[in-house]
């Protein structure tokens, strides 16, 4: 299946199927940690690689095959010099750029860190159990000014 995704100039100008196609397999035999997604660029490539590997790929690493196929490119070629170098030039460029290629490409929650969106998770759940429980308070108190008792029956009061 063909893959067309983003990326770097630094990372783009540098990756063919055949190698994407040895290093997905080498991972998904010895998964190892991997580096950040760098993000999308302006570079857009085309890389021809088998689906299911690539789907693998991206849930042993929950991510999109995107940011997978990124941070498994970056990961190989960090030792490169020439990287580096375009990499820092890559780092030079405006934030607001890459930020609009971001969620332009990939959506909010794919440009996420793990750590943000358990963040953003955790608050959402605090959120809706505090909403819960108003709720059941409200409820409660509204039951009792009414006049009825928590099983239904009306209570009589002197």
């Not at 088998?50 to 042993?60: F, H, K, M, Q, T």
């Not at 409200?138 to 209570?155: A, C, F, L, P, T």
């Amino acid at each position: 299946m063909t893959y067309t995704l983003r990326a770097t100039t630094a990372l783009g100008g540098q990756l063919t199927s055949g190698q994407m196609r040895t290093w997905i397999a080498e991972f998904l035999r010895r998964p190892h940690p991997l580096p950040a997604d760098p993000g999308a660029g302006e570079y857009r490539i085309s890389l021809n690689l088998p689906n299911e590997s690539v789907r693998d790929l991206a849930g042993l690493l929950r991510c999109s095959s995107s940011s997978a196929l990124r941070r498994l490119a970056l990961n190989a070629l960090q030792s490169s010099p020439a990287l580096s170098a375009a990499q820092s030039d890559y780092a030079a460029t405006s934030d607001s750029t890459r930020a609009k290629t971001h969620h332009v490409d990939e959506g909010f929650l794919a440009v996420m860190t793990e750590g943000e969106l358990l963040g953003m998770l955790v608050l959402v759940s605090l959120l809706l159990s505090s909403v819960f429980l108003l709720f059941v308070i409200y409820r409660k108190r509204k039951r009792r000014r009414n006049g009825r008792s928590h099983d239904g029956q009306i209570v009589l009061r002197d």
